[in-house]
């Protein structure tokens, strides 16, 4: 697989984002939820802990699931075929979601500093700041190329190519 996204083929596009993406995102999420509750158990009290982060990215499986979902089942199989009249209803819906997503986004790095990892940081906290700093730049490529690049096509004003 090639992180290339196809972005003259909407149908490829997809495709892209699903295999890039939304796996990525299922793997990504569960493992820093339980990082998350780790350092915050182990080193509660600590001024760096990143109080409540666990708690938002467990938030975040399930509004992101629900999310990726209907694209995948009901907006990019809309797309595969060409686009329909309405699709921008959905567009505008995932749209809003992406900006709840950027809410989350602007919470993680401030609970986190950046994410900046503190002085004497242990394995634990270390790696779950490296996955979050990979999981934040990969959301934010995903929305970005949804949003700039995917989603005008199909939009007034836009051109369809699929």
């Not at 495709?15 to 820093?32: D, N, V, W």
């Not at 509750?37 to 600590?46: A, Q, T």
């Not at 975040?60 to 329909?84: D, Q, S, T, Y």
Request: proline letters at 6%; glycine letters at 8%; hydrophobic letters at 40%.
């Amino acid at each position: 697989m090639t992180d290339t996204a196809p972005l003259q083929d909407a149908a490829e596009l997809t495709r892209h984002i699903e295999t890039r993406y939304h796996a990525r995102h299922r793997e990504q999420l569960p493992a820093l939820v339980q990082l998350a509750e780790r350092v915050e158990s182990v080193h509660f009290g600590d001024d760096n802990v990143p109080e409540g982060l666990s708690d938002l990215l467990r938030g975040m499986i399930g509004a992101m699931e629900v999310h990726m979902k209907k694209e995948e089942l009901i907006l990019f199989p809309a797309i595969r075929k060409g686009g329909a009249p309405g699709i921008e209803n959905p567009i505008a819906v995932m749209r809003a979601d992406h900006d709840d997503h950027a809410a989350e986004v602007a919470e993680i790095r401030r609970l986190t500093g950046g994410p900046a990892l503190p002085a004497g940081a242990c394995r634990t906290w270390s790696a779950l700041y490296d996955g979050l700093a990979e999981f934040l730049t990969d959301l934010e490529d995903h929305m970005r190329l949804e949003n700039e690049v995917l989603f005008p096509q199909f939009e007034p004003g836009g051109r369809a190519r699929g």
